[in-house]
């Protein structure tokens, strides 16, 4: 077996034993959390293997290069976990089994507007910038406790839940209250939510700080080098 393999598997083998131990400790359900492997990293050789090492839930961030892999690979769950120009929500939608980061309303609202379109009923997240750092994306803490009515009038999406990215910080202690932040913001919006949103996920977590997401209520953690760090396929 090749060394990119043989590494992924390991490594798999190690994260899915951080997540099913951070799961234990929130007395969760493994059940409860979905790994989302981030594959922008990796060459389309390397994404290949991935997905011969049996990863099925895949993410990328970059319209383009999702697109790409996307079509390339359409057995794969994909996920759009990046910044979405309006301009590019055409060719997204086909692709995506959910989409992430819903950072403006102008983009939810263009967003079901092509859903209606293209006949079909699209699963989404709101991008919610809890850390409040000004170069992210998302809406803010505030902002967000007023979304319910402009989720309700959507008539071709699915907004399922809330995503995050916190702050990278050395000690990922340091994330929970972002985490605990978009758990509240999860809790005060459900009720106010059609229930056929089934609005309760939370996009949270990646290679620095998922154990604590987990401990929060993450129900995706988005995870990029924990898996494809240093790895090349040749
Ligand atoms: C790249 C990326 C990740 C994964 O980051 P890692 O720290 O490598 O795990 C998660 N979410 C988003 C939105 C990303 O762009």
Redesign the pocket.
């Known amino acids: 077996m090749s060394h990119f393999l043989s590494t992924l598997r390991t490594r798999m083998a190690l994260v899915e034993q951080r997540v099913t131990a951070a799961c234990q400790r929130a007395a969760r359900p493994r059940s409860d959390v979905t790994i989302v492997p ?1 594959t ?2 990796l060459s389309v050789e390397g994404l290949k293997l991935a997905i011969e090492a049996g990863l099925d839930n895949l ?1 990328e ?1 970059r319209p383009q290069e999702f697109w790409k892999r996307a079509a390339a690979a359409p057995n794969i769950t994909w996920h759009f ?2 910044h979405l120009q309006r301009n590019k929500i055409e060719k997204t939608l086909p692709l995506a089994s959910l989409i ?2 819903v950072d403006t309303i102008r983009l939810l609202v263009a967003l079901d507007a092509e859903a209606g379109k293209q006949n079909r009923v699209s699963e989404v997240l709101l991008e919610v910038n809890a850390s409040g750092e000004a170069s992210k994306h998302g809406f803010s803490p505030e902002d967000a406790r007023n979304l319910a009515d402009a989720i309700n009038a959507t008539s071709h999406l699915k907004v399922r839940g809330l995503m995050t ?1 916190a702050e990278p910080h050395a000690d990922p202690e340091k994330c929970r209250p972002t985490f605990a932040t978009l758990r509240s913001l999860r809790d005060y919006l459900a009720p106010r939510v059609l229930a056929g949103h089934e609005f309760r996920e939370l996009s949270m977590g ?3 700080d ?1 154990e604590v997401a987990i401990e929060e209520g993450a129900t995706f953690v ?5 898996y494809f ?1 240093g790895l090349e396929a040749s």
Do not use: Q
């Open positions: 981030v922008k990293s993410g961030n976990i990046g992430h980061s990215m990646m290679t620095g998922f988005r995870l990029g080098s924990v760090e």
